[in-house]
């Protein structure tokens, strides 16, 4: 038995298709693969959880007095955002309640906050 003549070109083209789909979906993220799924979840869900930890944060940065608010901020001002996370872990306003050390992400993402909220004030 003989196949008809376009059967060679058609799986050929099946295949080519395949591949180009493939290669594309991945490239623009229309595929994900599985490690890649996790690694994302991981961030977007660590992202989630540093926004609804930094009111706390910045509840604790609120309960000192106003001097001690105002020199802090004019200090974390001056500093790059690695150092302005340094004094905001110093200070213990990214120690959560129940935990004994500071969270050095909660840290920074907080005093990105505090200072966004110094400039509206």
């Known amino acids: 038995m003989q196949s008809p003549e376009w059967t060679k070109p058609a799986i050929w083209s099946a295949i080519g298709g395949a ?3 493939t290669i594309i979906g991945l490239n623009f993220n229309w595929v994900m693969l599985t490690g890649s799924a996790h690694k994302l979840a991981d961030e977007q ?12 944060c910045v509840a604790q940065f609120q309960a ?3 001097e001690m608010r105002s020199t802090q901020i ?7 955002s ?7 872990a110093k200070q ?9 050390a500071p969270n050095v ?3 920074e993402k907080c005093s ?3 200072l966004s909220l110094a400039e509206t004030a």
Not at 45 to 56: D, G, K, Q, Y
């Open 19 to 21: 591949l180009a789909i």
């Open 45 to 56: 869900s660590e992202a989630a959880v540093l926004s609804a930890l930094t009111p706390i």
């Open 64 to 66: 000192e007095p106003a």
């Open 74 to 80: 004019a200090a974390m001002e001056k500093l790059s």
């Open 82 to 88: 690695w150092e302005q996370g340094d004094i905001v």
């Open 92 to 100: 213990g306003w990214a120690t959560l309640p129940g935990s004994e």
């Open 105 to 107: 992400d909660l840290a």
């Open 112 to 114: 990105e906050r505090l």
